[in-house]
């Protein structure tokens, strides 16, 4: 489904990705973990070009999007992405930010856009904040809205960018379990997270990645229970 | 002093005066909104000009270039002066004094203007953008739906400031001879050679409109606060 060769990125001298070539089949839930600092966001950022990349080839289903000419706003619209600071529209009630970009894009209409909106709120158990504001909710509502808010594109895959970094302790098990239930649903993903059981529990593939390459990747049972890298035994020694 | 009564009558009643001051004032006050309505106009232009991005490779756009050049060189310059060109240079054959004066306002307010809305977008997450990029909207559609309205409330405050400041800098226009609230009550008093009941009177009536607006803002500004629920 997305096909990385070879991608490089700097931020004016300061080499972020040096070489990272992967490849992600539909179905994939793949986890990606590191040290701060490895280059693990802004390899999930490139995926969608938040983050342009210097170099390297990113294909989507087919489709070159490294290629200037491609249409990346249409790309987007396929990719789902969770961000760590949930970045609700804090102008948008929690309706319209879920139903603002199927409508305005003519993916639906508006009372298409709203049933759905209102049957993936009630999944999440937050059917009854469809009219609040984001600043009155709580951290881990308001993740659960922002991922719902990318459902409602019904995305062909779905980024997370440490999506429970900033929460509460006590609310990363209701983002987690949303995030679970996605995955068994079949929904591709792509996770960058510090929650090592998380990692270890959902995904198919874990790449450990560190100054910007990939060290190391395996089956989760594998990878964490025998490191071959002296790199990731450091690190999982000091997470586990 | 019991001849205050007399120098009030003077200034203000006499010879229907007080008609004057209403004309002058009539006029500061239109001057004011034309050349506000123009410097908001010009500041959001100037303020996205500023703020385009620039392509691979290039540090910055030509508008954004542009838009810093008129921003250096109208703050960069005394107001008066940048009337008195309008009126003696660029605009020499005209005679509307009014509307060069309007504009003459208009294009200073402008830089100061885009500077509060350049600063209002900025203030404005940047995850917010990136979180409408990400669901497939283009950066002009994210910009209308969710930036700017954001950026209205940051910058609501200083924009009122700026307005405030702007009615008070009218009172240069005499120098273009139109008759505004400061220059009636300049010319009253070389009339009645009393200048403490005119100019103190005029300095009244700048300060309670500029208090009455004051209060204004102030409760449009609460009104937009209400979605933050803070």
Redesign the interface.
């Known amino acids: 489904m997305i096909t990385v060769k070879d991608l490089y990125k700097s931020f004016d001298d300061l080499k972020v990705l040096n070489g990272i070539s992967t490849q992600i089949d539909a179905g994939e839930k793949i986890s990606i973990i590191g040290p701060s600092g490895s280059g693990k966001s802004t390899f999930l950022r490139c995926l969608n070009l938040l983050d342009e990349p210097d170099s390297g080839e990113i294909w989507f289903e087919d489709q070159l999007i490294t290629d200037p000419k491609t249409d990346v706003n249409k790309v987007r619209e396929q990719m789902g992405m969770v961000f760590q600071n949930f970045n609700l529209f804090a102008n948008k009630t929690v309706l319209e930010n879920i139903t603002l970009a199927p409508v305005l894009l003519k993916l639906k209409s508006k009372e298409e856009a709203y049933e759905n909106a209102l049957k993936l709120l009630g999944r999440v158990g937050l059917a009854s904040k469809a009219d609040s504001y984001p600043s009155s909710l709580s951290g881990g509502q308001k993740q659960r809205i922002a991922i719902v808010r990318s459902l409602a594109m019904n995305p062909k895959v779905m980024l997370f960018d440490e999506p429970t970094s900033a929460l509460d302790p006590e609310m990363v098990g209701e983002v987690l379990d949303v995030i679970k239930e996605l995955a068994h649903e079949g929904m591709t993903m792509v996770i960058v997270t510090h929650e090592m059981g998380f990692a270890r529990e959902v995904s198919t593939r874990v790449l450990f990645i560190d100054e910007g390459i990939i060290m190391e990747e395996n089956k989760p049972e594998e990878l964490f229970s025998s490191p071959k890298t002296k790199r990731l035994q450091d690190f999982l020694s000091k997470v586990l | 002093m019991n001849d205050l009564g007399t120098r009030f009558y003077n200034a203000f009643i006499a010879k229907e005066r007080y008609m004057l001051y209403l004309e002058g004032l009539g006029l500061t006050i239109s001057i004011s909104i034309t050349a506000g309505i123009i410097g908001i106009i010009l500041g959001v232009i100037l303020a996205l000009m500023r703020l385009s991005e620039p392509k ?1 490779g290039r540090k910055r756009t030509i508008l954004c270039t542009i838009s810093t050049a008129y921003s250096d060189v109208i703050r960069g310059t005394p107001s008066v002066l940048q009337l008195l060109i309008m009126w003696f240079v660029i605009f020499s054959s005209s005679k509307n004094g009014f509307l060069v004066a309007a504009l003459s306002f208009g294009i200073n307010s402008g830089a100061y203007v885009s500077e509060i809305i350049r600063a209002g977008i900025l203030a404005v ?1 940047k ?2 953008m ?9 950066k002009a ?1 994210t910009m209308k ?2 930036i700017l ?2 950026a209205v409330k940051n910058v609501l405050p200083p924009i009122g400031n700026e307005f405030i400041t702007l009615i008070k800098e009218t009172a240069i226009v005499g120098y273009v001879s139109l008759s505004d609230l400061t220059r009636v009550a300049n010319q009253v008093s070389s009339r009645t050679y009393d200048a403490f009941m005119p100019l103190i009177g005029a300095a009244i009536v700048y300060f309670v409109i500029i208090k009455i607006l004051t209060l204004l803002l102030g409760k449009l500004e609460r009104n937009l606060r209400k ?4």
């Open positions: 691979k997450d995850g917010q990136e979180a409408g990029l990400s669901l497939g909207l283009t559609q739906q969710i309205p954001q979605s933050d629920n803070r």
